[in-house]
């Protein structure tokens, strides 16, 4: 009896160290996935800070004292600071989809702004043109001087809406750039007999300009999907050639494979509405280039290597984004 006694003990002390494993076993991924999703009042804490920011800016501009000015400053910085600190860890844990939406709203909050200023300038052109004039010029002066960046996350993701949307905002700012100069001259005292020709002439003006700049952008953005299209499906071609031909061949496959990464190279070199490289939308940003021209040197180098598929796989998604512009007769 004392023996099973024993016995029925040392049974229920090992069945209850098993079950305490088990329960921490199963504790562990929960504290995980609590830790790598953040909870949401880090959201709401940081939608407070930047509130309290917009509430001392305003007190700031509308006050005349310099020392509540510079204590507002200060304070609103530090507000943003830790807003940033404690939004951070939110944002961080957020999917695939949230990073694509949440850096993508400067650009969103640069549409509406840009709208909201063409509005109040055209509201303004019956009895005020030369303020009119000044805010779409301010528009077409701030395009040209840099707009605002475009993410550089996701870059072979958002290729595709990257050429729609860098030419219409080109397009746009050369619009409402022309209407600015046009309602400028309008501003000026014009003759009465020729305040009807003078008009024509600037309606003339501006749609021609919209006219002519909006097929030759578009047409560009054609021509640059096609290239990039046949140049890094040249580049696939000669990666799969260069990885089955046999060792005594691969000199000449290595040299007609880095030709092919050359074209592509300088093609990925161009901006996406502009010939003129001061100013303009990369077609993929510098550092991403940068990174596929390592991992293509690294896979003509040794064709085995294990960096083949993710070249593969970014040349096809480039591809994949380019498709529905492609255009052989632009």
């Given at each position: 009896?004392?023996?099973?006694?024993?016995?029925?003990?040392?049974?229920?002390?090992?069945?209850?160290?098993?079950?305490?494993?088990?329960?921490?076993?199963?504790?562990?991924?929960?504290?995980?996935?609590?830790?790598?999703?953040?909870?949401?009042?880090?959201?709401?804490?940081?939608?407070?800070?930047?509130?309290?920011?917009?509430?001392?800016?305003?007190?700031?501009?509308?006050?005349t004292s310099v020392a509540l000015f510079r204590g507002s400053a200060a304070v609103?910085?530090?507000?943003?600071?830790?807003?940033?600190?404690?939004?951070?860890?939110?944002?961080?844990?957020?999917?695939?989809?949230?990073?694509?939406?949440?850096?993508?709203?400067?650009?969103?909050?640069?549409?509406?702004?840009?709208?909201?200023?063409?509005?109040?300038?055209?509201?303004?052109?019956?009895?005020?043109?030369?303020?009119?004039?000044?805010?779409?010029?301010?528009?077409?002066?701030?395009?040209?001087?840099?707009?605002?960046?475009?993410?550089?996350?996701?870059?072979?993701?958002?290729?595709?809406?990257?050429?729609?949307?860098?030419?219409?905002?080109?397009?746009?700012?050369?619009?409402?750039?022309?209407?600015?100069?046009?309602?400028?001259?309008?501003?000026?005292?014009?003759?009465?007999?020729?305040?009807?020709?003078?008009?024509?002439?600037?309606?003339?003006?501006?749609?021609?300009?919209?006219?002519?700049?909006?097929?030759?952008?578009?047409?560009?953005?054609?021509?640059?999907?096609?290239?990039?299209?046949?140049?890094?499906?040249?580049?696939?071609?000669?990666?799969?050639?260069?990885?089955?031909?046999?060792?005594?061949?691969?000199?000449?496959?290595?040299?007609?494979?880095?030709?092919?990464?050359?074209?592509?190279?300088?093609?990925?070199?161009n901006k996406v509405e502009t010939g003129f490289h001061l100013y303009g939308t990369f077609v993929i940003p510098p550092e991403t280039t940068?990174?596929?021209?390592?991992?293509?040197?690294?896979?003509?180098?040794?064709?085995?290597?294990?960096?083949?598929?993710?070249?593969?796989?970014?040349?096809?998604?480039?591809?994949?984004?380019?498709?529905?512009?492609?255009?052989?007769?632009?």
């Amino acid at each position: 009896m004392a023996g099973d006694f024993l016995i029925g003990r040392v049974l229920l002390r090992k069945s209850g160290i098993h079950r305490l494993k088990e329960i921490a076993v199963s504790a562990e991924p929960a504290s995980a996935r609590r830790e790598a999703q953040p909870s949401l009042w880090r959201l709401w804490a940081a939608a407070s800070g930047i509130a309290g920011t917009a509430v001392l800016a305003s007190v700031a501009v509308s006050s005349t004292s310099v020392a509540l000015f510079r204590g507002s400053a200060a304070v609103a910085a530090v507000l943003l600071l830790v807003a940033y600190l404690v939004v951070k860890p939110w944002f961080v844990a957020r999917s695939e989809r949230w990073h694509r939406v949440i850096t993508f709203l400067p650009m969103t909050a640069y549409a509406w702004a840009v709208g909201l200023v063409v509005v109040a300038a055209v509201s303004l052109l019956p009895d005020r043109p030369m303020e009119a004039s000044f805010g779409l010029l301010m528009v077409w002066c701030f395009h040209i001087g840099g707009g605002v960046s475009e993410p550089t996350s996701f870059a072979f993701e958002r290729l595709r809406g990257r050429f729609t949307w860098a030419a219409a905002l080109h397009v746009n700012a050369m619009v409402y750039g022309t209407l600015g100069a046009v309602c400028l001259v309008r501003a000026l005292p014009v003759p009465e007999r020729y305040a009807t020709p003078v008009f024509g002439a600037s309606v003339s003006v501006v749609l021609g300009v919209a006219g002519v700049s909006a097929l030759r952008v578009f047409q560009r953005v054609r021509k640059l999907a096609t290239e990039l299209d046949t140049r890094a499906q040249k580049v696939e071609r000669c990666l799969v050639r260069l990885s089955r031909c046999p060792a005594e061949e691969r000199g000449q496959r290595r040299e007609s494979a880095e030709d092919a990464w050359d074209d592509l190279h300088r093609t990925l070199h161009n901006k996406v509405e502009t010939g003129f490289h001061l100013y303009g939308t990369f077609v993929i940003p510098p550092e991403t280039t940068k990174e596929l021209e390592r991992l293509v040197e690294e896979v003509i180098t040794d064709p085995g290597a294990p960096t083949y598929r993710d070249v593969a796989a970014r040349l096809s998604a480039l591809r994949t984004a380019c498709k529905p512009k492609i255009d052989t007769v632009a």
